[in-house]
């Protein structure tokens, strides 16, 4: 079964910073864009970035831009979202999807979603 897995959420301070993981079971993450989704408590899901399979292209919310670095490591068949200067807007439950298009999730749409990890920022 092809799943997706997110680790790295916790609870952090204003201005704090973390670190989210993104790997896969039942496939590896090497050979798709990858993006990371937020959705706030009453809120619309959002895309907070992506990365096409070669990290060649990235994409940002404006939200996040300057703030958040995404990466691979294909290697470790790891995506990464580093996340700095963290605002308690930023609170939400984090979602990692894969998709063969990098555009395809730019648009806000993937194939495959992991279950999401908890992103939470307060003093």
């Known amino acids: 079964q092809l799943q997706l897995v997110e680790s790295g959420g916790r609870l952090v301070q204003p201005g704090g910073s973390l670190r989210l993981s993104c790997g896969a079971s039942g496939f590896t993450v090497d050979y798709y864009a990858i993006g990371w989704f937020r959705q706030a408590t009453g809120k619309e899901r959002e895309g907070v970035s992506c990365?096409?399979?070669?990290?060649?292209?990235?994409n940002y919310a404006e939200s996040v831009k300057g703030r958040f670095t995404i990466s691979r490591d294909n290697a470790k068949h790891t995506v990464y979202l580093q996340m700095n200067s963290l605002k308690p807007e930023d609170t939400a439950i984090y979602y990692c999807t894969a998709d063969a298009s990098f555009d395809r999730i730019a648009g806000g749409d993937s194939d495959y979603w992991g279950q999401g990890t908890q992103v939470t920022v307060s003093s």
């Open positions: 990365i096409s399979s070669s990290g060649g292209r990235t």
